[in-house]
């Protein structure tokens, strides 16, 4: 078993930045990537970016490359997601999420966290 605590969201206005974090526990050696996700009011979940937990290789959707950077703290068991530039369409909850295995499913969600960008 895998758990995740994300934190670090908040209300910030469109320019802004944030950092948010996902902790992991448990299990982590068994981790093959990490995943953020996020889901805006009466939209579906949204990929937002991955990192590979052993390379730190990372992948991202288009709405975000350029703009959001996901790092991790392996000593740490942390995943990062460094929003920039952010813009009111970014307002959503977002989550973090794990998978043992490069072609799996994300079985291991995190709580999620608020971030709100007004204009």
């Known amino acids: 078993q895998v758990q995740l605590v994300e934190s670090g969201g908040g209300l910030v206005q469109a320019g802004d930045s944030l950092r948010l974090s996902c902790a992991a526990s448990?299990?982590?050696?068994?981790?093959?990537?990490m995943g953020w996700f996020r889901q805006a009011p009466g939209k579906e979940r949204e990929f937002v970016g991955r990192?590979?937990?052993?390379?730190?290789?990372?992948y991202y959707t288009y709405s975000v490359k350029g703009r959001f950077t996901i790092s991790r703290d392996t000593a740490k068991s942390t995943v990062y997601l460094q929003t920039n530039s952010l813009k009111p369409e970014d307002t959503a909850v977002y989550y973090c999420?794990?998978?043992?295995?490069?072609?799996?499913?994300?079985?291991?969600w995190g709580q999620g966290t608020q971030v709100t960008v007004s204009s």
């Open positions: 448990g299990r982590t050696f068994s981790i093959y990537d």
């Open positions: 990192i590979t937990w052993s390379d730190g290789s990372t």
């Open positions: 999420a794990a998978r043992l295995q490069q072609y799996g499913t994300y079985d291991y």
